[in-house]
């Protein structure tokens, strides 16, 4: 059987935080890896200092597109399909409230549009997002609703007859970050006298408060493309920011995996370490 595995994302570059290093590994194997994106991230903030130049700014969605394209390489997707919306910014922002915001997207042709990838790209596997309390961005609030919605639908043969041969999908996962991930690697940068870039991260997640892990899956040797990935979204990311405090090797001592939390399908007998396992 032909694995493939369809990941949804929000803006360019969450495919590069959230989930990054598991399709580089499933990439490896083999599986058909592709990739779905809601919006341009027209709103992204210049994080990174050295790309704040007027000539970026005036053409963001465009470089954000290249950069979206060079992480994708990186990660090994096959393919990306964008959805088109406009990013809907932070929340209570003033482009929450424009027409063409994806918050504002019309949802059955949001979903028809969906469904029409899933059953062309016939994935076992999808990723979504989970209800994210702790990063309430209107957009990935979307994708969870909307991932969901799409998962079911595109079994269904009566929904959306014009959008292709139904395909029902396995399972839907979302990437998270566990607080055992998060005190693993906190514990280990002050284990080696070196500061965490976690402490705060850690007391907005009360112990159980975060989402249940369904799956680890094995990152050792797919590290170091994901931070490239991350590295590629320039415009977004300060080369010297959060997520490249912890250095790799601390992470690959600690907690060598990133976690998923199935959402909805098939949660018969899996292997711990596998999105496919069990299908
Ligand atoms: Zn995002």
Same mark, same amino acid.
């Not at 399709?23 to 599986?31: F, K, L, P, Q, T």
């Not at 006298?193 to 249940?212: C, F, K, Q, V």
């Not at 300060?238 to 790799?248: A, S, T």
């Given at each position: ?8 994302? @929000?803006?360019? =570059? ?13 990439? =490896? ?10 919006? !341009? !991230?027209?709103?992204? %903030?210049?994080?990174?200092? @050295? ?13 954000? %597109? ?11 997707? *096959? ?21 063409? *915001? ?9 979903? /028809? ?8 790209? &016939? ?6 997002? +989970? ?7 209107? %957009?990935?609030?979307?994708?969870? =609703?909307?991932?969901?919605? @799409?998962?079911? *639908? ?18 839907? #996962? /979302?990437?998270?970050?566990?607080? =055992? ?18 402490? &705060? ?8 408060? +975060? ?8 990152? +050792?040797?797919?590290?170091?493309? @994901? ?6 979204? *320039? ?8 997520? #490249? ?7 690959? +001592? ?5 976690? #998923? ?8 007998? !899996?292997?711990?370490?596998?999105? #496919?396992?069990?299908?």
């Amino acid at each position: 059987m032909e694995q493939r595995l369809l990941a949804i994302h @929000a803006h360019p =570059d969450d495919e590069s935080s959230k989930g990054a290093g598991t399709i580089a590994h499933y990439s =490896d194997a083999g599986v058909t890896c592709v990739l779905m994106v809601a919006t !341009g !991230g027209e709103e992204g %903030d210049i994080l990174n200092p @050295a790309m704040d130049r007027p000539e970026i700014v005036a053409n963001l969605s465009a470089v954000r %597109d290249q950069e979206l394209v060079a992480a994708a390489d990186i990660l090994g997707y *096959a393919r990306i399909h964008r959805l088109g919306y406009r990013d809907s910014g932070m929340p209570d922002s003033d482009a929450n409230g424009r027409a063409d *915001a994806f918050t504002n997207a019309e949802e059955t042709e949001a979903l /028809a549009a969906m469904v029409a990838i899933i059953r062309s790209e &016939r994935p076992q596997v999808i990723l979504g997002y +989970d209800d994210h309390e702790y990063y309430p961005h209107p %957009d990935h609030l979307r994708v969870h =609703d909307l991932s969901i919605k @799409a998962f079911e *639908a595109a079994g269904d043969p009566q929904q959306f007859p014009e959008a292709g041969p139904a395909w029902a999908p396995d399972r839907l #996962f /979302a990437p998270v970050f566990s607080r =055992d991930r998060l005190v693993a690697l906190h514990e280990a940068m002050l284990a080696r006298d070196l500061e965490s870039p976690l402490t &705060r991260w850690l007391e907005r997640i009360p112990e159980g408060e +975060d989402s249940p892990v369904d799956v680890r899956v094995p990152i +050792d040797s797919t590290l170091t493309r @994901a931070r490239d990935a991350l590295r590629a979204h *320039a415009t977004q990311v300060d080369p010297d920011g959060f997520w #490249f405090q912890i250095p790799e090797e601390v992470v690959l +001592d600690s907690y060598p995996w990133e976690d #998923f939390h199935l959402l909805a399908g098939d949660d018969g007998p !899996g292997d711990p370490h596998d999105l #496919f396992g069990g299908l």
